[in-house]
């Protein structure tokens, strides 16, 4: 994926995203498999990302399609929240 691909994905998930507009910034740690952690690492130094660049875009990658697979997990429900 270039990194045009990656704005603009990026760009359709913001903008689909019901929380863009309150996004906060939040602190996570995760223990990653020495593979999974060598292969980011790797990535990191052909595109000159960082880990941390990589890995928020696969998260929103991941997460708009999930949110296309499973559409009906984020309907409206009657009273106009999710429930």
Do not use: W
Not at 7 to 19: E, F, G
Not at 50 to 55: E, L, P, R, T, Y
């Amino acid at each position: 994926m270039t990194n045009q691909q990656t704005i603009l994905t990026l760009a359709r998930v913001l903008k689909n995203s019901d929380q863009a507009i309150n996004a906060k910034k939040y602190r996570t740690a995760i223990t990653l498999p020495i593979e999974v952690a060598d292969l980011l690492k790797s990535v990191s130094e052909k595109t000159g990302k960082s880990i941390n660049s990589i890995a928020i875009d696969s998260c929103l990658i991941y997460l708009k399609n999930f949110k296309q697979e499973y559409p009906f997990l984020f309907e409206e429900k009657e009273g106009g929240h999710n429930g």
